[in-house]
């Protein structure tokens, strides 16, 4: 599948606010959108003084952006997902986080397993991971009810994996719709992720209503 291949720092100066693309450089001084909080381009640093409202299609189209940059997902499969959100009792802005959210990469990130999405999509891809006991190569592969991740056996001996019981120490507590065994490096999935339990800043109502014109 094709990537995004520019850089991603310049994504997070275009929706006006830290994306967190880059895992613990987001947190340094060396943050590109601490030093240059406006849009890119010959033309971003006079954007921030433009008056005027944004557009109804405008806000709805940047937080559908904000939304497949977070998760590292192309348009495609973006509307695959937001097709399945809808065909899925309750909210569809709920269903489709709830979508986002279970996608093996993000599991990944969430267990502590990678610094970013980015990270953890280029490890589940090179085959560090094994869900269910069985190795699973595909970032996009959505997590349920009691599938067990863990790391395969012969990436467990390498530096990264053997010194990342020490990096789980000062890694954020995981949602409660997993739960982490750091001595073992299992995760388990306890539940569909819920609405609650994402942290982002998005308004899925907007990325609704831009499906929906």
Not at 154 to 162: D, L, N, P, V
Not at 179 to 200: F, M, W
Request: proline share 5%; charged share 30%; aromatic share 8%.
């Amino acid at each position: 599948m094709a990537r995004e291949s520019g850089p991603v720092c310049k994504l997070c100066r275009r929706e006006g606010e830290k994306l967190f693309l880059k895992g613990s450089r987001c947190l340094s001084p060396k943050c590109s959108f601490e030093r240059r909080a406006y849009p890119p381009g010959q033309h971003g640093r006079d954007a921030q003084f433009r008056r005027g409202r944004a557009s109804d299609y405008n806000r709805q189209l940047r937080e559908k952006q904000k939304a497949r940059r977070i998760y590292g997902v192309m348009e495609r499969q973006f509307r695959r997902y937001f097709r399945e959100a809808l065909r899925r009792p309750g909210l569809t802005g709920s269903n489709l986080l709830s979508i986002l959210e279970s996608r093996l990469d993000n599991a990944v990130f969430r267990l502590g397993f990678a610094e970013s999405r980015a990270h953890a999509r280029q490890l589940v891809a090179h085959g560090h991971f094994t869900v269910n006991g069985r190795r699973t190569n595909v970032p996009s592969f959505l997590v349920n009810k009691g599938d067990v991740i863990t790391i395969r056996e012969g990436s467990a001996k390498r530096t990264y994996f053997h010194d990342l019981r020490h990096m789980l120490e000062n890694r954020p507590p995981v949602p409660e719709w997993l739960d982490l065994n750091a001595a073992d490096l299992t995760g388990t999935v306890l539940r569909s992720p819920e609405r609650s339990d994402i942290d982002l800043t998005i308004n899925d109502q907007l990325i609704v209503e831009y499906y929906s014109r």
